[in-house]
């Protein structure tokens, strides 16, 4: 037999160190390598095929909502990058300059985008004249670096890549509706493609976008209780239409500025994925977004007519999913680890005995169970069990999620949850910068959003006792 | 009626100012607007659909031959690239170098991937041990950045978008057998897809890409007798293998060096489409790569009836094509230049006379043809006439190119050529770089390829009169 990858050696266990499992699993499940470049990965097949089924079903979404995919320069003048003071501030700290083309030093430094509002302005001011050019609704597929100091795949990495929307409107009203229209279309793909349960809400003042009068968020919970900012929507008002001069004639002649918003989501949610579904196994992957659904396991594959079962079985799921046959000459009980490692959902299990019987062994990734199903209605047994796989895994990561979120009245409940439980805690919040100031000080959990459904949970800020304003998510982020 | 934009003036004329008339086409018919940033290109959303249509059928043809896709980050630290001697001096002159993250200086300067052969090899070193590893078969769709000196929209820009393939191999066979296979890809795309012919053949030690053993390309010409290089495939040998160290254990378990490939397209493959199928009215775009592909006109549209039933054909028409109609309060003549600027293939034209005699009327943009046709079987009509168009773009584009491909048996006739006709120049050639460097500085014409269909055209070269040894394709080139 060949020799075997140690792949199958056991990977850390998640409750034991939660970081050197995710390590090992990003690593295992051969979705990246680390590169010569600091901070930058290598996203492999694997993992990029994942980005790749992510990447085809929010595009679609994008287009059904009216939206038109562009391209912009990577490199923006430092000038550019200057206009909007806010914006400038918050990016030009991490951003890597670009200061010589070949043999010459540039008459002006370019950063590479960290992100393209100010292209976009440039672009805007010359394309809009009149309200019949509104609203302009553009999206763009790239990567884009910010100069990170610590890094982790996936998460938070110094190159990444990411969709970045960016729409212009007549109206305050118009540019609302689409900042909110795109948080519900980022709602709807967490839940239903990933199966990752979202709250959706509003960040605070002190959480908001560089530049964006509000910033909208969704924001999910990992297996190990920490918070992670899924997708962000920004609605920027005039803002950057004042400061980059973008201006229509309206119906009545008059000219006016645009309205605009800005949103994006990036290869952290292939993050998301693993710390919500994944197990001490390995990854668990949502069906929808899984490059292999099922895979097919001969059982005593020389034995006669095995693989050719195998084959036929192959050809015939192939028409309903994406489906592996692995003849390889390597164990079974090797490559039933292996595909549990890479989070394939269902595994086809098929050997003499089973042929005799007409029958096959299923076995699902997020219970383990085994089943064994007739040969004859095949494919509407394994279509069946991948729809009920990407519902049990947004129940789980849902009940999990609300097990994990607790309410807190008090500065000492607030501090007792994040230290035996961690998760989300729930607390009503005066309003004050001071208050969000002293809580992360105290607990180093932020403000995660002030959500949509806001409950009253008593009268009082959490911190200050002062009078509440707002419920507001709390939580320990990545 | 509202007020019309410009777009139905007149383009410069093609036959008078092709550089004009090339420059007035990408900006009428919406393909990109200039960006502040130099050589850099604003690809807008007509553009870019085109791109997307060409990724998806390229990226098809690559799934389909075993290629997988990955991504590798967009710096090359400065060491890296130096690491293949011929390379860095092939791309060290053209690159944009980061010298800063941030606040602080980096340690090591840092280049934007102008290709990233070094960054494939560095990950190869790191994932290929046994011969079992091998082939790897990977691809990358990114962008990259060259600093060039004289820039034009999709031909040549700073930074462009492309596809890179990027191969390893156990034996010297194989990745000779890969190089040429990735060729054919290319070429039947041209061919089928964009319905341009290429010549097919290998570049000349002059004109190889830095660091190959060997450079294949297609080589296509354009409306104004110059050639443009569309795609190129490089066998490296084990050149970079005994650089970056990538060696293997084969089957008796010795050590050996593994040989590698590459290939690429681009953007540039728009630019192609636009010279070799446009025309005074605009862009002619082939079906396969057009994002509109019929758009339906309503005649007299105030007219009761007539929208009902232009949205009646487009549900209709949407199943077999990708439709547009347009229903805007602009005049039908307006439209009719529009679309033709957009190269749309076809358009319908539908009004109160017409629903009369269940009857539309079908224009052709290739030929300027006009055809009334029932509307019982439109869907047929319709999927014949773009089926036709597709290959009577591609025949009268060969015939073109044929007729614009002169033989010459020395060098007046050679410059003779040129002057008068321009084209594609056939000769015969020695082999030495003495005489390419001669014809070059006599006509500005290069050598093309050496194509793989050879003829005896004389004995001797056209250029020194020694004994010849290939036939090649010369031409100025883009």
């Known amino acids: 037999m060949a020799k075997e990858k140690n792949f199958v050696e056991s990977i850390t266990d998640m409750e034991v160190d939660f970081p050197q499992w995710y390590t090992d699993v990003v690593k295992k499940a051969d979705l990246i390598d680390y590169s010569s470049i600091k901070g930058c ?47 400038v501030e918050g990016f030009a700290p991490e951003v890597a300059w670009v200061t010589h083309g070949g043999e010459n030093e540039l008459p002006e430094r370019l950063c590479v985008r960290p992100t393209s509002e100010t292209l976009f302005c ?73 199966s990752i349960p979202v709250v959706k809400g509003e960040k605070t003042a002190k959480e908001r976008f560089a530049g964006a009068k509000n910033t909208y968020t969704i924001e999910s919970l990992m297996h190990d209780g920490k918070a992670l900012q899924s997708g962000t929507s920004h609605n920027f008002g005039d803002g950057f239409a004042k400061a980059f001069g973008i201006q229509y004639t309206d119906k009545e002649n008059k000219l006016q500025y645009v309205h605009q918003t800005s949103w994006g989501m990036t290869t952290r949610l292939i993050g998301a994925i693993i710390m919500v579904h994944g197990d001490n196994s390995g990854l668990v992957l949502p069906p929808l977004v899984a490059p292999i659904q099922l895979v097919i396991i001969p059982i005593a594959q020389k034995k006669a007519g095995v693989l050719e079962k195998a084959s036929e079985l192959k050809e015939r799921l192939g028409k309903v999913a994406r489906v592996k046959l692995d003849d390889t000459d390597k164990s079974p009980g090797w490559k039933f680890s292996e595909y549990e490692m ?73 501090e007792k949850i994040l230290n035996e439980k961690s998760g989300f805690v729930k607390a009503m919040w005066c309003g004050d910068r001071a208050c969000e100031d002293k809580i992360k000080e105290l607990t180093s959990a932020t403000s995660r959003c002030i959500p949509f459904e806001q409950e009253e949970l008593s009268d009082t800020c959490v911190c200050c006792g002062e009078k509440a304003k707002h419920m507001v998510y709390w939580g320990k982020a990545y």
Chains 1, 2 share one sequence.
């Open 122 to 194: 440039d672009h805007y001011k010359n394309i809009i004249q009149s309200y019949r050019d509104l609203p302009k609704l553009y999206n763009q597929w790239c990567s884009v670096v910010r100069w990170e100091k610590t890094t982790r795949p996936f998460l938070r990495t110094t190159e990444f890549l990411w969709q970045e929307g960016h729409t212009a409107h007549a109206t305050a009203e118009e540019s609302q509706e689409e900042t909110i229209k795109m948080l519900n279309v980022y709602a709807d793909f967490c839940t239903n493609v990933l």
């Open 342 to 414: 890479k989070g394939v959902p269902v595994r086809l299990e098929v050997g003499p005995k089973d042929i005799e019987n007409n029958q096959v062994v299923l076995v699902r990734r997020d219970t383990g169970e085994k089943t064994v199903v007739s040969m004859d209605n095949l494919e509407e047994s394994v279509t069946a069990l991948l729809k009920d796989i990407q519902s049990n895994l947004l129940n789980k990561a849902t009940e999990r999620r609300d097990e994990n979120t607790n309410v807190a009245t008090n500065l000492e409940e607030f």
């Open 41 to 87: 990965m290598i996203i492999r097949p694997y993992g990029y095929a994942i980005w790749e089924l992510i990447q085809k079903q929010l595009d679609e979404k994008f287009k059904e909502t009216g939206h038109e995919n562009v391209y912009m320069p990577m490199f923006i003048p430092e000038s550019l990058l200057q206009k909007e003071k806010d914006h």
